[in-house]
């Protein structure tokens, strides 16, 4: 069984005008849902288009809530980082319920210029996604949506871990490493790193302004991204004048480190990458936190 915005759209109709006197909301079976995406950065590219046309919403019972979206929505990625993020959904009425899964249909086709990525020399790729245009890319998580409540969530691509070239074929693949953040319980965090402490721990490194990356908990070393329970949650490049930024991060304890070799993570290999500036963060929800690296080069 499928629900369409006009089957739900009906509900809140005939809701609304029955049992209009006796006082109850009209919105008794329904919750507010909002759905944006954010990207973490990836290197060599200077733009990550994908095509969005729907969103389905997958409850517990095996139906599914369905949006057409007015206007296919080409976003460029590599524009969403930081705190940016685009708004895929915003206040729709969906049923109330328990939900297992969200799932974004894409246009990804062979031969078609709809999901491509720019590389830094200017050239253009095509993005395939597998299944892409039939199944979309799926993310698997339980949530609740409440009667009358507002659900605000923010889908983070992790590019670094999601497109890859492999060898002998055309076009680029993206095989989606999706975070899914509640909006409601997210801060973020900011700062700078000493230029000296670039120039002391890069010296023998190509010119590369780095990036800083967030590791859960208290984490006693840092790696590189592998695709392993102790990679880096997300990741930020630092700019030209030395700042970066990570946004949508639910509030908790955090380990960030320094690395002017991010362009030599590779994350189909494990890579010995050199992290400085190892440091405990705490995020706390609708704040940000600021964390600059300006101490002695520790290298761990």
């Known amino acids: 069984m499928r629900f369409s915005l006009l089957v739900i759209f009906m509900a809140l109709l005939l809701s609304a005008c029955g049992d209009g006197g006796s006082g109850s909301g009209g919105s008794g079976t329904t919750g507010s849902f909002s759905l944006g995406i954010t990207d973490g950065p990836v290197d060599s590219a200077m733009q990550v288009v994908v095509e969005f046309d729907a969103i389905h919403l997958e409850a517990a019972g095996g139906e599914e809530v369905d949006f057409e979206l007015a206007t296919v929505q080409s976003l460029d990625l590599l524009s969403l980082q930081g705190s940016a993020s685009a708004s895929l959904l915003d206040g729709v009425s969906v049923p109330a319920g328990n939900y297992i899964a969200i799932r974004l249909s894409v246009n990804a086709e062979a031969n078609v210029r709809d999901s491509y990525v720019v590389l830094d020399d200017g050239s253009e790729e095509e993005l395939r996604i597998p299944s892409g245009s039939q199944t979309g890319l799926k993310l698997n998580h339980a949530f609740t949506v409440a009667v009358g409540s507002t659900t605000d969530f923010t889908i983070d691509f992790d590019l670094r871990k999601s497109i890859t070239n492999p060898p002998g074929q055309a076009g680029m693949i993206m095989r989606p490493t999706l975070r899914l953040v509640d909006n409601l319980t997210v801060g973020s965090v900011s700062g700078a790193v000493s230029s000296v402490l670039i120039n002391e721990a890069c010296a023998d490194v190509a010119a590369n302004d780095g990036a800083v990356y967030l590791y859960a908990g208290t984490a006693e070393f840092a790696e590189d991204v592998f695709g392993e329970e102790t990679d880096p949650i997300t990741t930020a490049l630092v700019d030209d004048e030395w700042n970066y930024e990570i ?28 992290f400085i500036g190892f440091t405990s963060i705490s995020i706390t929800a609708d704040s940000n936190t600021v964390q600059d690296f300006d101490a002695p080069p520790v290298v761990l």
């Open 247 to 274: 946004g949508f991060v639910a509030a908790g304890q955090y380990t960030a480190a320094y690395t002017c070799e991010n362009d030599l993570d590779d994350p189909e290999v494990d890579d010995e990458l050199t």
